[in-house]
C-alpha cells in the first residue's frame, strides 16, 4: 500500500512540476523580446510611429484611440506599436485578452537608434513579421512626410519622417528608402501613411511591388492624425471595403466636426496593382511631341496645388493640363480612376497656424493623388531636387524622362 502510494505522489509530483514549467514558461512569453504576446492571429498590424518631434503627445493620443477602437470589435489581431519619441524606442502590443480590457503591453525596449535609418527600419519590420506571422499584414507609417519632394541637406533628405537627435540635428527617408526597408517584408494588404502629402504618384508607383493599396492623403494630415478609435473595426479587416470605410470615416471625422480651421482634408485609396498599367498610359502620352512642349511651357500657378511651397500639384489636372486634347488622355484618365479606388475632399487643401483655410479646391481639380512638376533651376536646391526626381521609378516608367522641364538636370550634366 505504501508502495502504490509513493508511486502515486512521485506521478503527482511529476504532473504538478509539468504544470509549474509550463506557468513559468508562460511567464517567460510575456517578457521575452522574441516571444511576447506570440498569438496566433489572422491579422498582423504593425504601426511604425516617429515621433522625436512635436508630434509625440498626438501619437500618445492616437495609441489611446487603438485600443478603444480595438475594443469595438471581436477580430483577434496581432497589433504591434513601434514608437519612437524619446531616445529609447519601444515596440508595444495591444493584448486583448478574453473577457477583460486590452492593455498596452511592453514587447521590449531598444537602444538609441534612427528609426529613419532604412536598416533600422528594415530590421525592425523584418522582425516583428517573423515574431507574428499571419495571413494578412498592414502597416501604419506615421509622422512628418513631404510625398517625393527631397530635402536639400542629405541628412536631412525626408519624403517621410522627422527625427532629431541630441543635437538637434533632423533626419529623414526618401520614399525609396522606404521600399528597400520593405523589400524583404511579407507582401502587404495595405500601407498607410498617417503623415502628410504621400498620396503621390511617385510613392504610389515606388510602392507598388511592396503592397495591395495605398491609403494616404494629398494634402496635410491635422495633427491629431487618423481617427484610430473609429477606424479599427475596418482597418482590421484589410480588404478593399474595409479601407474604403476607413477613408469615408477620416473624411467625416474631420468635415464635420465644428473646427473649421478642420476642413481642409482630403483622402484616397489606391490600387497599387494598377500602377503599372498607370505609368504605361503615361508614358505612351509622353511620346507625343506637342505635349512634351506642353510640359515645358506649363505654368504652375494655373494648378491646384496641396500645400503652399510644396511642388506638389493634382496629377489629374496636371494630366488634363498637358494633353493637348489628344485620344491618349482618356487612357490615361480611365487608368487613373482604376487605380484611386476612393478619393474625397473638403473645400480647402490647407490651413495657415492662425486658421485660415487656403487653396480651394473642387472635383474638377482632384483626383487623389499629388505629383511633382519642377519649376525652373535657378538654386542648388531646384538642382538637387531635379537630380532626385531622375532616381525615381516614375520619372523612368512614365516617360518623364523625355521631358525637358523633368530632365533638365540630366542635360546639365551631360
Known amino acids: 500500500m505504501k508502495g502504490i502510494i509513493k508511486i502515486v505522489a512521485a ?19 510575456l517578457t521575452d523580446g522574441n516571444n511576447a504576446f506570440k498569438k496566433k492571429a489572422h491579422t498582423t498590424l504593425l504601426v511604425y510611429m516617429v515621433g522625436q518631434n512635436d508630434l509625440s503627445s498626438y501619437m500618445e493620443g492616437n495609441i489611446n484611440n487603438m485600443i478603444i477602437g480595438y475594443g ?18 519601444t515596440l508595444y502590443y495591444l493584448n486583448k485578452a478574453s473577457g477583460s480590457a486590452i492593455s498596452k503591453q511592453t514587447v521590449r525596449s531598444y537602444p538609441d537608434q534612427l528609426s529613419v535609418d532604412p536598416e533600422v ?43 532629431e537627435d541630441s543635437n538637434k540635428q533632423v533626419y529623414g527617408m526618401n520614399i525609396q528608402d522606404i521600399n528597400n526597408a520593405l523589400s524583404d517584408s511579407p507582401y502587404l494588404n495595405f500601407i498607410l501613411f498617417d503623415a502628410c502629402l504621400m498620396a503621390n504618384v511617385e510613392t504610389a508607383y515606388e510602392l507598388r511591388e511592396r503592397a495591395h493599396y495605398l491609403l494616404a492623403a494629398p494634402n496635410s494630415v491635422p495633427g491629431e492624425g487618423f481617427p484610430y478609435h473609429r477606424i479599427m473595426p475596418d482597418l482590421l479587416q484589410m480588404d478593399e471595403r474595409g479601407l ?19 476642413d481642409f482634408v482630403a483622402i484616397s485609396l489606391t490600387d497599387l496593382s494598377k500602377m503599372d498599367s498607370l505609368a504605361e498610359a503615361v508614358d505612351s502620352l509622353c511620346r507625343v511631341p506637342a505635349v512634351q512642349e506642353r510640359i515645358e511651357a506649363l505654368d504652375n500657378a494655373g494648378l ?12 489629374g489636372q496636371w494630366v488634363d493640363s498637358v494633353g493637348c486634347g489628344h ?33 480651394p479646391i473642387t472635383d474638377a481639380r482632384f483626383s487623389g493623388l ?45
Not at 519649376?375 to 525637358?404: I, M, P, S
Open 304 to 315: 491646384q496645388m496641396y500645400e503652399r511651397t510644396k511642388e506638389l500639384y493634382d496629377f
Open 11 to 29: 506521478k503527482a509530483f511529476l504532473l504538478f512540476s509539468m504544470i509549474i514549467g509550463l506557468c513559468l514558461a508562460s511567464c517567460e512569453d
Open 244 to 262: 474604403e470605410n476607413v477613408a469615408e470615416q477620416y473624411y467625416d471625422y474631420f468635415h464635420s466636426n465644428s473646427a473649421r480651421w478642420d
Open 121 to 163: 527600419m528594415k530590421s525592425v519590420i523584418n522582425n516583428i513579421f517573423e515574431m507574428y506571422p499571419a495571413e494578412k499584414y498592414g502597416i501604419i507609417f506615421s509622422s512628418h512626410a513631404d510625398g517625393s519632394l527631397f530635402q536639400p541637406n542629405i541628412v536631412q533628405k525626408r519624403s517621410f519622417g522627422v527625427e
Open 72 to 89: 469595438k470589435t471581436d477580430t483577434m489581431a496581432n497589433i504591434l506599436i513601434y514608437q519612437d519619441i524619446s531616445s529609447s524606442p
Open 370 to 414: 499629388n505629383t511633382f512638376l519642377p519649376g525652373k533651376v535657378d538654386t542648388t536646391y531646384d538642382l538637387l531636387q531635379h537630380w532626385y526626381f531622375t532616381t525615381l521609378e516614375w520619372y523612368r516608367d512614365a516617360g518623364l524622362w523625355r521631358c525637358l522641364r523633368y530632365n533638365e538636370y540630366e542635360m546639365l550634366i551631360q
Open 327 to 359: 485620344p491618349q488622355v482618356a487612357v490615361v484618365k480611365e487608368k487613373l480612376e482604376e487605380a484611386v479606388i476612393y478619393k474625397e475632399h473638403s473645400e480647402y487643401t490647407m490651413t495657415d497656424d492662425w486658421g485660415n483655410l487656403l487653396l
